[in-house]
């Protein structure tokens, strides 16, 4: 595991986290809260504070965040939501990921070179409190095999341009860096990014998770 995480202000509204599920399994979650400062960075605590609670008593991902949802959703302003994706990584390498609106997880294969097509996801969090969520699946890990959470920072990264740095420009380091194993990866995606900004301070928070599987 690996994980690394910058903030546009003194304070910010990613989260990251690693739980441990049932049955020996890891729960992998990133959460963006819209915007940034001190608005979010209190939203995001109140996510983290439910979600940590919720989790000594619920064993389903899904309805994990369905809860997680009707608990937060009256403290989100109209004008705010917050996403998240939460990837539970069994120890046969059986996966999953629940999406509220983020993009979902990027998953390499190291022994193919390409990334799996990943793109359902379900409403953000805070449009309705009665949202219900959906358990996708993932085909199962093998060794070397490496799932990496992010924020939309990271990909809306802009150059001096204004051009945003992308997916596909993502997608290329990580493959790149996949012979490093994880830190390798948070190390190239943080060069990478930066070196597109062209800036030693970036616009939004981004925040990164990268689990590579033994």
């Not at 599920?21 to 960075?41: E, F, I, K, N």
């Not at 949202?131 to 993932?138: E, G, K, L």
């Amino acid at each position: 595991l690996a994980a690394w995480q910058e903030t546009a202000e003194k304070t910010g509204g990613d989260y990251y986290d690693v739980m441990e599920a049932p049955l020996g399994a890891l729960d992998l979650l990133v959460c963006d809260v819209s915007g940034h400062g001190l608005a979010s960075t209190v939203l995001m605590s109140a996510a983290r504070a439910y979600l940590r609670a919720l989790h000594l008593v619920e064993a389903d991902p899904r309805r994990l965040i369905e809860t997680l949802n009707r608990l937060i959703s009256p403290d989100i302003p109209d004008d705010a939501f917050a996403t998240l994706v939460l990837c539970r990584v069994e120890p046969s390498g059986a996966a999953c990921y629940v999406s509220a609106g983020h993009l979902p997880p990027l998953v390499y294969r190291v022994r193919t070179g390409a990334f799996d097509r990943l793109e359902e996801t379900d409403l953000v969090l805070g449009w309705s409190e009665t949202t219900t969520y959906r358990a996708f699946p993932i085909e199962p890990l093998s060794s070397g095999d490496l799932v990496i959470l992010a924020t939309d920072g990271l990909y809306e990264a802009s150059s001096p341009e204004g051009l945003l740095w992308g997916v596909d420009a993502v997608k290329q380091v990580i493959g790149d860096a996949a012979h490093e194993g994880a830190h390798g990866i948070i190390e190239a995606l943080r060069a990478g990014v930066f070196g597109h900004a062209e800036k030693l301070f970036l616009e939004d928070d981004i925040t990164l998770l990268v689990a590579e599987r033994r």
